[in-house]
């Protein structure tokens, strides 16, 4: 009875963990469903009123704020997230070194602007990161207490945190792109967004933090948090320093052009895949020291994210030409090689992001620290000769390039790593290319006999190519007992109540 006692009490307790991640990724996904629809209209709107080079601007004053966010990164919520022990009393020392160091960076932003601003020769955006920088204040004194809600997989207070920052932003920044046809909208956006969720953040959660530092408290953070700085480097370097080399070698338009393309293409890896890692890096930490269990949802993860990023990533790629001149215009036509080059590395990145969280949760980030500083070194070696040659268009191409060694390279370590094996692994993602396939060739087939394609024939070609897809796959679930469907049935049965 004993032994028996304990198995349902540990098969109780893993019940209730799986709802609590289901329902997580529920909220989660939400969420950036909800941002989607807002950031997608408003990018229409203001890409019809703004053109190319005041997202460039934009692009110039957010690079500045994010190297020196990057270079400055502590890791501390990683940390603290990942800790299995009790976190409260961190959270103090924690939030005093944010606002420590958000003052810095706001001085040093504010003092080396008109420097940035002459780098990409764009005098104008002196003041523009100075305002931006305002936002770095408001972020560091955010409510510490908020970690609680994602190391517990609590995201329906997070929706509604974000949730108000989307509102803010978007209904400031439409209003002032009318009035004010200017960058300063997209620049009013952010600011409004910033301070309404600091509110938010100490009318959600009941934690009131203190100014306080304990030196021992501060050390223990900062041993995981070193890797999670040295990684923070490195994806800046890598996302951001294609940015910074188009904005300087390029120009400003282009840059405009490369950063609406970057946004658009890398739905799979920013949209899908950090939705579902910001739910199952808490639940890894949770059961780290289970290896069965660990692979297990690895796996389930894995599956789930090629079966969500494939297919977004192959209607983008075969769509990008209609979508661009039926939303934004055929002034932003310039974009789309790139966008279908950025997309095939939005959906490696993906992949990799799955991986990469089962590395951090498990106490080991220096892998991915050390990947990526390979990802890097090749980026440096490509990104200039076939910048020179192919404009943007080669910029990606070097981003693409970069990527897909390191990636494979994780790919291999985390099937030893989860004893996964490669034809688990193969299985949980070339099938769901391989389901893709088809109404790729489909939609691209249909294309080639319309005349012209305006909203309606987008529409229908979204549907196709969805239902073709979900057809596909469904007969080679069947066919391979791929189980894909029974996952998901089982995934929203436990969402009953959420």
């Known amino acids: 009875m004993g032994l028996k006692g304990n198995m349902n009490q540990f098969s109780h307790k893993e019940t209730r963990l799986s709802q609590r991640i289901a329902r997580g990724g529920a909220w989660v996904f939400a969420l950036r469903i909800t941002q989607q629809v807002f950031s997608l209209a408003r990018l229409v709107v203001l890409a ?10 934009l692009g110039v004053a957010l690079l500045s704020m994010a190297t020196l966010e990057t270079f400055s990164q502590t890791g501390f919520q990683t940390a603290l997230i990942q800790k299995k022990e009790d976190i409260r009393s961190y959270l103090d020392s924690a939030w005093t070194v944010s606002i420590l160091r958000g003052v810095a960076l706001f001085a040093i932003l504010y003092l080396t602007a008109p420097y940035a601003a002459s780098f990409f020769q764009a005098p104008e955006a002196a003041l523009i990161i100075r305002a931006i920088g305002c936002t770095v204040l408001f972020q560091a004194v955010t409510n510490i207490g908020l970690v609680y809600y994602e190391k517990e997989l609590e995201f329906k207070r997070m929706y509604i945190y ?7 932003d978007f209904a400031i920044a439409v209003s002032a792109a009318f009035a004010l046809r200017s960058v300063w909208a997209l620049v009013l956006g952010l600011l409004a967004s910033s301070i309404v969720k600091l509110v938010a953040s100490y009318i959600i959660h009941p934690y009131r933090p203190s100014l306080r530092f304990d030196l021992i408290k501060v050390k223990e953070l900062a041993v995981f948090g070193k890797w999670i700085f040295g990684s923070s480097i490195l994806v800046f370097l890598i ?9 300087k070698l390029l120009g400003l338009t282009a840059l405009g052009f490369y950063q609406m393309a970057y946004k658009i293409s890398n739905i799979p890896a920013t949209e899908i895949s950090s939705v579902i890692s910001q739910v199952s890096f808490p639940a890894y930490s949770k059961i780290q020291d289970d290896l069965p269990r660990l692979r297990e949802g690895f796996l389930k993860v894995l599956q789930l ?11 983008i790629f075969i769509l990008a030409p209609d979508f661009t001149v039926i939303f934004l215009g055929e002034k932003w036509l310039p974009m789309v090689p790139v966008m279908q080059v950025l997309v095939i590395w939005g959906v490696v990145r993906s992949i990799g992001t799955v991986a990469g969280q089962v590395f951090v949760s498990t106490g080991n980030p220096g892998i991915v620290t050390k990947l990526q500083f390979w990802v890097l070194i090749i980026l440096i070696i490509l990104i200039y000769p076939l910048s020179v040659k192919w404009g943007i268009v080669g910029t990606s191409m070097a981003v693409l390039f970069s990527t ?7 790919f291999y370590l985390i099937t030893k790593a ?17 389901n893709t396939g088809f109404p790729v060739l489909l939609v691209f087939l249909l294309k080639t006999r319309l005349i012209n394609t305006g909203l309606p024939e987008l529409v229908l070609l979204i549907m196709l190519f969805i239902g073709a897809y979900l057809c596909m796959t469904y007969m080679v679930d069947r066919l391979l007992n791929y189980r894909l469907f029974d996952n998901i049935k089982i995934n929203i049965q436990s969402l009953k109540g959420w």
């Open 404 to 410: 897909l060694l390191p990636n494979l390279a994780a």
């Open 162 to 168: 974000h949730l108000c920052g989307t509102l803010a």
């Open 48 to 57: 019809r009123i703004l053109a190319p080079d005041a997202f460039g601007l």
């Open 239 to 247: 996302s951001q320093g294609d940015d910074i080399f188009v904005g």
């Open 305 to 315: 994210t090629a079966f969500l990023s494939f297919p977004a990533a192959g209607m």
């Open 418 to 434: 989860t004893g996964c094996g490669v034809i688990n692994f193969g299985r949980a993602t070339v099938t769901s290319l391989v």
